[in-house]
């Protein structure tokens, strides 16, 4: 099993920017593409952005050509940079695989606000 731990998550002013960290412990993720999510209050659990095993990073509309994902296997931790934020962006952030096949971390709190 997997575990992970996010970090990097704060509060910014709109058009700032946040590093986000996921992690993994236990077991390594090696062989999964592994996704951030987010959830905002009163809604669902969504993708914004997915690091496929091989091929190219893949990204909500939302979120297309503001935040990027990237992968350190040999720190078993993945990133996601995000940029120009905006206060829709505000929720909590979490990764797990894509398809989610593990238990959910805390998540790290990101609130875009002025």
């Known amino acids: 099993q997997v575990q992970f731990v996010e970090s990097g998550g704060g509060l910014v002013q709109p058009g700032g920017a946040l590093r986000l960290s996921c992690a993994a412990s236990?077991?390594?993720?090696?062989?999964?593409?592994m996704g951030w999510y987010r959830q905002a209050p009163g809604q669902q659990r969504e993708l914004v952005a997915t690091?496929?095993?091989?091929?190219?990073?893949r990204y909500a509309t939302s979120v297309q050509g503001r935040f990027t994902v990237s992968i350190n296997s040999a720190k078993n931790t993945v990133y996601l940079q995000m940029n120009s934020l905006k206060p829709e962006d505000t929720a909590v952030y979490f990764c797990?695989?894509?398809?989610?096949?593990?238990?959910w971390g805390q998540g790290t709190q990101v609130t875009v606000s002025s």
């Open positions: 797990n695989s894509d398809p989610t096949e593990f238990h």
């Open positions: 236990g077991n390594t993720f090696w062989g999964y593409a």
């Open positions: 690091i496929p095993v091989v091929g190219t990073a």
